[in-house]
């Protein structure tokens, strides 16, 4: 069947809308009809190949969530009209210690991801920012009742992206813990770090956004382009979570961490940043990074979002408008993320 999408043709190029043949249902598939999609900042950086190696063109998008519309003849675990999700990851090799490990994250035949990645077959993925996909029953989460489902769809890379080191490095109550940039992974890290009991301070560039993160659960917000009220700050994190996408300087956020102190990337600029080694050794300090999580995990973010009620603060567009869109999230003006609404492809 053809999916109806929206891609770039190159690093500069706009969004235009652009068709392709899916593959045909195998046997484990999962067809979905795809009814919301977030914006990652990963989107952006991929779409206008910051990272390098992007293939064009290139449909993005991996918060995926919509309803089953069909099953391969071997699938059990779906039916049709089921709500489910797909985030970053649609493959892996399943055999590696990693993948063995529930990490297919980290495969070591490194995994498929859900666009800009070249499947075992040779052809490219293509994301979310269409009507259609179809994916690996393995790969395809389940999406709780009770959660908006447009409000769902960022949990699939934002949520579990956040939710994975937090509770790697079990932030929980007695700690003092830092969300660094307050954007999509950011305001999702503040309300993990909040329901997990930590006492949860946000970093921001934006004075605009203090009061949002008090709502968010922030017990304090810290302009980090104010050196006393950094100073202030100074010795005191157990952990820090840093959620920021363009360069900015590490060490003036390990200075605040307390002996034994862990701080951990998320956020991937396009140059990497200069480290001080004093910022480590006079603390004991650990520098840290984190890549999404695993299927497993990413199933118990979300049951776990159902539980506590937790879905993404969004500003539904139409697919028309992600030209804007990118430009806003690259200006710090997302609150807190842009979801798709799959209905405009139409
Ligand atoms: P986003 O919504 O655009 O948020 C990024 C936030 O960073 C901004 O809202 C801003 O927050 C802050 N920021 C931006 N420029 C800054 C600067 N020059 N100095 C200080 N702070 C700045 O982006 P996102 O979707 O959350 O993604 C964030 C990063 O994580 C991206 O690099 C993305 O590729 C990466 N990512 C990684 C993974 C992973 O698995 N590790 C997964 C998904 C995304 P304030 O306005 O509060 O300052
Ligand atoms: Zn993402």
């Known amino acids: 069947m053809k999916a109806h999408a929206y891609a770039v043709q190159s690093a500069s190029s706009h969004f235009a809308p652009f068709s392709f043949e899916q593959r ?3 046997p484990h598939d999962v067809a979905i009809d795809i ?3 977030g914006v990652c900042h990963s989107d952006v950086h991929q779409a206008r190949n910051e990272w390098g190696g992007s293939i064009f063109p290139m449909v993005p ?49 490194t995994p498929t991801f859900t666009y800009n990645s070249t499947q075992k077959d040779g052809s490219v993925t ?3 920012y269409a009507d259609r ?9 389940s999406v709780p009742t009770n959660l908006d489902l447009a409000a769902a769809a960022p949990l699939l890379c934002a949520g579990i992206t956040t939710y994975s080191p937090l509770r790697h490095w079990r932030v929980g109550p007695n700690q003092r813990v830092g969300i ?7 305001h999702m890290a503040l309300k993990f770090a909040h329901a997990f009991g930590a006492h949860v301070v946000q970093f921001t560039t934006s004075e605009k956004k203090a009061e949002d993160a008090k709502r968010l659960g922030a017990d304090e917000v810290v302009l980090s382009n104010d050196d006393r009220a950094m100073a202030a700050q100074s010795n005191s994190f157990d952990f820090l979570l840093d959620t920021v996408s363009a360069p900015h300087d590490l060490n003036r956020f390990l200075a605040l961490l307390r002996r034994n102190g862990t701080m951990t990337l998320v956020g991937v600029p396009d140059t990497p940043p200069t480290v001080a080694a004093a910022s480590l050794i006079f603390r004991r300090g650990s520098l840290a990074g984190s890549l999404i999580g695993g299927i497993a995990e990413t199933q118990e973010m979300l049951d776990f979002c159902g539980e506590h009620r937790i879905t993404s603060e969004i500003e539904l567009i139409p697919i028309q ?18 979801v798709i609404d799959s209905a405009s492809l139409h």
């Open 24 to 26: 045909e249902l195998g």
């Open 35 to 37: 009814a919301y999609c």
């Open 61 to 109: 998008g991996h918060e995926i969530v919509g309803h089953v519309s069909a099953v391969g003849t071997a699938v059990t675990r779906y039916h049709s009209g089921d709500r489910v999700g797909v985030g970053c990851l649609v493959d892996s090799c399943r055999v590696c210690e990693n993948c063995r490990a529930g990490d297919e994250q980290f495969c070591l035949q």
């Open 126 to 128: 293509y994301g979310g």
């Open 133 to 141: 996909i179809i994916v690996n029953e393995d790969f395809v989460l």
């Open 180 to 186: 660094i940039g307050l954007g999509g992974l950011g």
């Open 321 to 338: 408008h992600l030209d804007t869109a990118f430009d806003r999230m690259v200006k710090s003006d997302v609150r807190y993320r842009f």
